[in-house]
């Protein structure tokens, strides 16, 4: 493994279904985030975490959840999918929660809700 | 709240020199960046700038800040086919990764 990926690149889910995205990094980076990208909006920030073991809400967390158990991993979870939530998932990593915009980004997945 | 403007869609020619604008609202906006994403994948960092710089340089990037008007520009010399992609205007008043306000993205097609 190699900087950031991601789990699944895509996924077709029916609406009401529990789905987990995952989300690894290698680089022993403190902060992580996640964000959706949707066209014509930028990407805007669902949850972040600065360090192992705390967690904070962006701009839109409502209907997601995440934990942040070690450094690694940042999962990110939709407890009961809608299809407003069709989107494409990016998650990123800095080495410290400031770090003059020095994100790196995983590939993304993309999830469309039925 | 904060927001961050920017044209959708740039068309020039392959050779010539591309220039991607985005406003901002916050004035209180420390530091600026634009990022770069290519198809398929996540985004990339291009350059940053604070908000007491007027032009910063990088081979053939140049970003300029008129901070009265809120204003940032891109302007990549002798554009490349390889430079077709989203650029991302973002912005924050304090360098901390959840505080930053990305724009909507200009997409940048180069033509041969």
């Known amino acids: 493994i190699a900087g950031i990926t991601q789990a699944p690149t895509s996924q077709i889910l029916a609406a009401g279904r529990r789905m987990t995205l995952r989300c690894t990094q290698d680089m022993r980076h403190n902060a992580m985030y996640w964000y959706r990208q949707d066209l014509g909006l930028g990407l805007r920030l669902i949850h972040y975490s600065n360090t192992a073991g705390t967690t904070g809400k962006g701009e839109v967390p409502d209907g997601y959840s995440v934990s942040r158990a070690n450094t690694d991993d940042f999962p990110l979870t939709l407890a009961s999918a809608v299809p407003s939530q069709t989107s494409v998932y990016f998650c990123a990593s800095s080495e410290n929660p400031t770090n003059f915009g020095e994100q790196f980004f995983g590939p993304g997945t993309r999830l469309t809700v039925l | 709240g904060e927001d961050v403007e920017q044209s959708l869609f740039l068309s020039v020619r392959e050779g010539d020199s591309s220039v991607i604008n985005c406003t901002y609202t916050?004035?209180?906006?420390?530091?600026l960046y634009w990022y770069k994403q290519e198809p398929g994948a996540g985004l990339q960092l291009l350059t940053y700038?604070?908000?007491?710089?007027d032009m910063k340089q990088d081979q053939r990037l140049t970003v300029l800040l008129n901070k009265k008007d809120k204003h940032l520009s891109l302007r990549i010399a002798d554009t490349q086919t390889g430079d077709s992609a989203i650029y991302f205007c973002a912005e924050s008043m304090d360098n901390y990764g959840q505080n930053f306000v990305f724009g909507p993205g200009t997409r940048l097609s180069v033509l041969p």
């Open positions: 916050d004035s209180s906006s420390t530091y």
């Open positions: 700038i604070f908000s007491n710089m």
